[in-house]
């Protein structure tokens, strides 16, 4: 693992980010602490680095972002992750949102459709301690040899909700995704209930990248 440049000065500005989030109306202190220890600036390109810890979210090339802290923040305390629980993220990104996975002691499966991020992250991950298991492929069709999953989330908006990513949830188990079209979504939390039903519900509106179906070149 390479040495971390995470200072005291990044430390404090992540708590006071923290606190900020907090503010918001996040309060789940497991959230909160996971997002404190994860450097953000490490999976900031170059010309962010300085900006990493405002409540915003930031390009990371192909068209990409990394998520709004709060954002990251409200979706994970949405998503209700407990330790060991096996999770699908689609959409790696950044890596960012894996990383607080982790921190929460998930086990993250992670995958994403764009080659040059899927690369990067998993550079980038292993070397700061971070240990998801690695897909490069379609979001849309999850990885069903590897389900069931007792959470899966999504971090693009979808225009509609993937059957696939359904039958991949645990019965018990938990999605969260934006659900709308390019202008905004509605996070929508769903909980399978049995076999052939599930429970559906919106938690606001926000905004996200399209989840595209396919991989990237």
């Known amino acids: 693992m390479r040495e971390i440049n995470d200072n005291y000065r990044h430390k404090g500005l992540r708590k006071k980010l923290i606190e900020e989030i907090r503010s918001k109306?996040?309060?789940d202190d497991r959230v909160l602490e996971a997002m404190e220890r994860v450097p953000r600036h490490l999976f900031m390109d170059s010309s962010f680095v300085k900006f990493?810890?405002?409540d915003q979210a930031?390009?990371?090339g192909c068209d990409q972002t990394i998520s709004q802290p709060y954002t990251v923040a409200f979706q994970t305390e949405l998503l209700d992750v407990k330790r060991h629980d096996k999770v699908l993220e689609v959409g790696t990104g950044s890596g960012y949102q894996a990383a607080v996975l982790l921190e929460m002691g998930a086990k993250v499966y992670t995958i994403e459709r764009q080659?040059?991020?899927?690369?990067?992250a998993q550079t980038l991950l292993p070397g700061i301690g971070y240990k998801?298991?690695?897909?490069?492929g379609d979001g849309y069709a999850g990885l069903p040899s590897y389900s069931p999953f007792d959470r899966i989330i999504v971090t693009a908006g979808a225009s509609e909700i993937p059957e696939k990513l359904l039958r991949q949830l645990r019965v018990g188990g938990k999605m969260v995704i934006p659900v709308g079209d390019s202008s905004s979504q509605v996070m929508t939390l769903i909980e399978r209930v049995s076999e052939e039903d599930?429970?559906?519900?919106g938690h606001g509106y926000f905004v996200f990248v399209p989840l595209l179906k396919g991989k990237s070149f």
Do not use: T, V
């Open 132 to 136: 998801p298991y690695f897909f490069y």
């Open 115 to 120: 080659r040059e991020l899927y690369l990067k």
């Open 58 to 60: 930031f390009p990371i």
């Open 198 to 201: 599930y429970e559906k519900s």
């Open 25 to 27: 109306g996040i309060s």
């Open 52 to 54: 990493a810890y405002r």
